[in-house]
């Protein structure tokens, strides 16, 4: 299980039975994300910083654990979504002047992280069905606002 680094809301999905704990500063986005019909498998308001955090108590000693990991990743959410409600999500998004650039663009300053990755199952590859967004935590706000069609 997932150590979790960050105050958090336990908050119940839409297509679980369970209550999961969100990052206080994703809940506003998840309960818009989920009040549109799209489902999230997994979010962090600072990756950087929960994988120090991790780190720091011991695991995982996995490649994400690096420094340069961490480094990379501080002060940039996480959100995976299932492959056709993560397009559908980056759609609305693409769709708005405030963050089209934002989401169309690679590399760019500010400019998101968006990949599915590549993994071996039953002896052979296969896409991930989820993809993972990473973000300027300081565009949650602005996303959640999109979403919710407040200016």
């Not at 998101?112 to 590859?125: A, E, K, L, M, N």
Request: aromatic share 10%.
């Amino acid at each position: 299980m997932t150590m979790q680094t960050h105050p958090s809301t336990a908050l119940t999905p839409p297509h679980h039975d369970e209550r999961v704990p969100i990052d206080n500063a994703m809940v506003d986005l998840v309960r818009a994300i989920w009040a549109r019909g799209w489902q999230t498998a997994a979010c962090c308001q600072d990756t950087g910083e929960a994988v120090e955090a991790e780190r720091a108590a011991g695991r995982p000693a996995e490649p994400s654990g690096n420094a340069g990991f961490i480094d990379y990743y501080r002060g940039w959410a996480w959100l995976k979504m299932p492959q056709a409600d993560a397009f559908a999500f980056l759609g609305e998004l693409a769709a708005d002047d405030r963050l089209r650039h934002l989401v169309t663009t690679r590399w760019g300053r500010g400019c998101w992280r968006i990949h599915s990755p590549v993994i071996w199952s039953d002896d052979r590859f296969l896409s991930s069905p989820f993809v993972q967004m990473h973000f300027p935590k300081a565009q949650i706000t602005d996303v959640t606002r999109i979403l919710t069609g407040v200016a």
